[in-house]
């Protein structure tokens, strides 16, 4: 499993799965919600100057070279899209 640490003590899982990547946001180490897709969805998402992905609790936003993370319509951080894609390129 690999993860992004965010501000206020959350941190950005992915867990690689048989089909697809399963993103899990965690807030004081346990899991506040989470989201699958394929790997191959994710990196068509940040190939895209702006793009949304996901509908519901979780969702994020890609504007130019940041995504923003959305719980529950609410914005709970900011990264780089750099470092989005070296994780999922580690989950090839």
């Known amino acids: 499993m690999e ?3 965010l501000e206020n003590n959350l ?5 690689k799965l048989p089909h ?3 993103l899990i ?3 004081n180490n346990e899991e506040w919600v989470c989201k699958k897709e394929t790997l191959r969805k994710l990196f068509e998402f940040v190939n895209i100057d702006e ?17 923003t993370l959305q719980v529950k319509s609410e914005n709970i951080s900011t990264i780089l899209t750099k470092t ?5 390129n580690k989950l090839k």
């Open 3 to 5: 993860s992004i640490f």
């Open 11 to 15: 941190k950005l899982s992915f867990e």
């Open 20 to 22: 697809t990547i399963r």
């Open 25 to 27: 946001i965690s807030k």
């Open 51 to 67: 793009a949304h992905i996901f509908k519901g609790r979780l969702q994020l936003i890609k504007i130019n070279n940041h995504i």
């Open 84 to 88: 989005f894609i070296e994780v999922l």
